[in-house]
Structures are given as structure tokens and as C-alpha cells.
């Protein structure tokens, strides 16, 4: 893959009072992989650091989680692409959420981390911040958790969209806990095998459907698995119901809402996280039924962060990426058919290196 155009460092030296930082750290050019279109492939190109404003922070990143948003982003249709072009960062495209990685700067207001702190976080497009894809990004603090020497900066990657959206659905959403009973469509995804360990740590019961080769994995954590090769996954699951949450990760298109919703109890939800336009009318007209954005935040994080440093959540990797190989990230996501997490880690040597 060729580089891209070389970007003039737009601004100066950040003013000492303004900043705090390692003394060994420079303000420099930033590698970040950009999009231009659904079509094109990803792109390394350098770009100037972006200024620290005083609320913010700048983390050097080593490793990046990769979600089906990604590159659903970059295939947004016009009305979406002129809505990113209005409402986020200026610049080139820069996908990516999830990043883990060690604080090298803070902004004269920024209390809590430091310079030298481990980190994981999630950027944010409606505050105008570049994605994640990058060897470094500027946060807010409050998208940041601190990271215990025990996580690793790989596993703590894994969780900002993928176990933030699993979380915020089981807690926020559903109010699970001791004995309720959940089911997950999708049971081996990113999404999916954090949504199982999160639910069996509140004590739930939990169902997963999952293709033949998945059982195996999905029963080792504890779940009971329905291999939906096998017949109508959502009539096996029948047996095992009513369910306080039916977590759809997969499209009603291929589970339809009707037959989720005659699964439930009384006062049981279907999340769809995985949501079609069709599908808007009953999340605004049913109590039944809702949606989800998982925004990573300090404040969903940090649970996480404890149960990984307890062990209690084991994040699944199934392949890591060199930053400049993200494009092939991104067509394996593309198959729809990864198993837990891809991971992207800058300074890694290229495939083809
Ligand atoms: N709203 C939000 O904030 C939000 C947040 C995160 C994710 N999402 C969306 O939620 C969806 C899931 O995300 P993810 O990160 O978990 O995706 P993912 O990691 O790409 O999911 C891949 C998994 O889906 C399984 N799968 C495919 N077809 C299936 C089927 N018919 N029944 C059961 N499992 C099936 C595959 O298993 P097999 O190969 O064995 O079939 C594979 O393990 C995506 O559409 C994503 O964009 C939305």
C-alpha cells in the first residue's frame, strides 16, 4: 500500500504552561490511516498532531480495536457522508473507535491522569476528533478509564465499543442480574462473546446462537449453545425462555422482531444493536423494543477494566494487524464472520514486510 500525501504540521510548539508532558516527548507529525471512500482502500498517511485543547489529553497508541462500524463508516451514503463532513473533525477520514495506549500529554485542566498513565478509551466524532486509527489520538479525559499494569494494552482494546455495547444493553437496558434469563443472536462476535461473559457475571442464565463451529466455545463459557445450522435457532430457544433480553446482533432481516418479541417475558426487552431502518418504528412506538449506541465512556469502562483485571472477562483475539495493514482488517470484518476481536497494533511489522 502507497502513502498518501504528506501533511504540513499546522500549528506551533504548545505553550509550556498549557501542557503538561514527558520532557522526552515532542509534539509531532501523527500516522493515521484515512478513507476516502467505501471503495478506495485505507490509507497511512501523516498528518500534523492535532493542538491539545486544555480539557484534553494525547495518548500514544498500541493497539486499536476494529469494529464492524469502521468500516460501515466509510460506505455511509451521501446524506450520512455530508452529515460526517458537517458534524465531525475537519481533515481527511479517520476511522476507528477503540484505542488502548499510555498518556503523553495533558491539558492544564485535565486532573486525574498523568503523563506515564495506561489508558483505554474511545474517540468521539461529535467532538470533532479524529478515529482512533492512528499512532496517537486526542481525547477529553472522561472517554479515558485508567488501565491496571495487570491489562494488557491488546485485551484492554478489545473492549471499548464491543463490551461498552454488551454492558450498557445487560445494565442500563435490561437490568440484568441474579437468575435472569438473556439470549444473544450472535453469540461469537465481538459484541456477542462479551454480552455471554458479562451476563454470566451478573448471574444470568444465557442462550447463544451460534454456527456449529462456535458451540464448543460459546458452552465453555457457560452458556447454552443453539447451532442455528441446526433448524430455527429462535424455536429451540423457546425451551429455554421467556428471556428479560433477547441482545440481536444480527438483523432482523434474518431473526425477525416477531418472533424475538413472542420469546420474552413480561417485562423482557429486544435490544437491536444491529439495527435496519425498518426497524425504527417499533423501537419508537413498543416498550419492547429498543436500540443501542455504544459510547465508550470512563464511567462504562472502568467496570470492565475491573472484571478484566479480576479475570473474569477474557477477551478473544482472533488475529492482530500491522496500523498500515488495516484494509485487510477490514475485509476479514467484512465476511461477518470473526470470532470475537481484531486488533490493529502501530509499529507492528506489515504482513507483506
Ligand atoms: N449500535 C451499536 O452501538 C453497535 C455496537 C457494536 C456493534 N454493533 C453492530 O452489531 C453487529 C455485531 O457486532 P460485532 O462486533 O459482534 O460483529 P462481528 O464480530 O463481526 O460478528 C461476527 C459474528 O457474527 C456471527 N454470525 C453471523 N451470522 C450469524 C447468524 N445468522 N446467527 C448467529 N451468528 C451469526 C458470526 O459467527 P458464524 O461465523 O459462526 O456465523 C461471527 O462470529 C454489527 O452489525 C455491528 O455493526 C452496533
Known sequence: MRAGPVARLAHGPIPER???SRPQYEVCPMQALTSRSAEAPLALITLPSPKLRRDELRVKV???????????????GAFLGFMQRLLGP??????????AGEVVEVGARVEGLEPGVRVVGGTDFSRKQRGSYADEVVVRADQCARLPDAVSYEAAACLP????TAWTALTDHAGIGDGSRVLVLGASGGVGLFAIQLARMLGAQVVGVCSARNTVLIESLGAVALDYGAGDPLEAARA?????LVLHLVGTDTYPLKACRALLSPTGIVDLVAIRSADYPAVLFSRQVRTILGRPTRARLAPLVDALARGELEPMIEARFALADGEQAHQR????????????IPGAPREDA
Open 333 to 344: 470484518s467484512r465476511t461477518g464472520k470473526v470470532v470475537g476481536k481484531l486488533l490493529l
Open 62 to 76: 498500541h493497539a486499536i480495536g476494529v469494529n464492524p462500524v469502521d468500516w460501515k463508516m466509510r460506505g455511509a
Open 90 to 99: 475537519s481533515g481527511p477520514l479517520v476511522v476507528g473507535v477503540d484505542f
Open 161 to 164: 465499543v464491543a463490551a461498552v
Open 240 to 244: 429455554h425462555g421467556p428471556f428479560d
Open 18 to 20: 498549557a501542557v503538561r
